[in-house]
């Protein structure tokens, strides 16, 4: 269902914010406005290998956690479309993903700060519900986004410049950057 768009948003849920040391739970994925799948650790259909395509555009907020998350479980996703970089490039200040898709789409996500309890004590359900709407919030940001980014002109340079920078930036989190002192 997913392979039919061209395009996915997806969402990768861990039990904290670091990525090489909390525990990935699953993923959410939509490729419309309407619906998301999530897609826990072990899963069957487990959309590593959709992911994985670079033929099929990824949207995310917050890519370079994304892919640094799902780099860890041997997942390398390039293809990216951040509609938090992107956002950053339309002039928006306030770049997270609850403000932005309610003040875009007039759409409630729920923060990770919002969660009665950890992230890894969720119930599926629970992972579903906070998990499904931040996927979706990803695909219609981009609906917005991009648009935005052709008439400002900046399309070329989200494209050639910033989304290259995805998964350097990401690398570089997992691995450091080595610094000549010299």
């Not at 969402?11 to 994925?29: F, H, Q």
């Amino acid at each position: 269902m997913l392979q039919r768009s061209g395009m996915v948003a997806f969402d990768a849920e861990t039990t904290g914010i670091n990525p090489r040391r909390d525990k990935l739970l699953g993923i959410s994925a939509a490729n419309n406005g309407q619906s998301a799948y999530f897609f826990p650790v072990g899963y069957p259909d487990w959309p590593g290998r959709l992911l994985a395509d670079d033929s099929i555009p990824k949207i995310a907020h917050n890519a370079i956690f994304d892919r640094s998350v799902l780099k860890q479980h041997g997942i390398i996703i390039d293809n990216i479309i951040d509609t938090m970089i992107a956002a950053h490039l339309v002039g928006e200040l306030a770049l997270n993903l609850k403000g932005l898709s309610a003040r875009w789409l007039s759409m409630k996500v729920t923060s990770y700060d919002e969660l009665k309890k950890p992230m890894g004590q969720l119930t599926l359900d629970e992972l579903c519900g906070y998990s499904g709407p931040h996927s979706i919030a990803a695909w219609l940001l981009w609906q917005e986004l991009e648009p935005m980014l052709r008439r400002w002109g900046s399309y070329d340079i989200f494209h050639e410049l910033e989304m290259p920078l995805v998964p350097v930036l990401s690398d570089m989190e997992l691995n450091g950057a080595m610094i000549d002192a010299d």
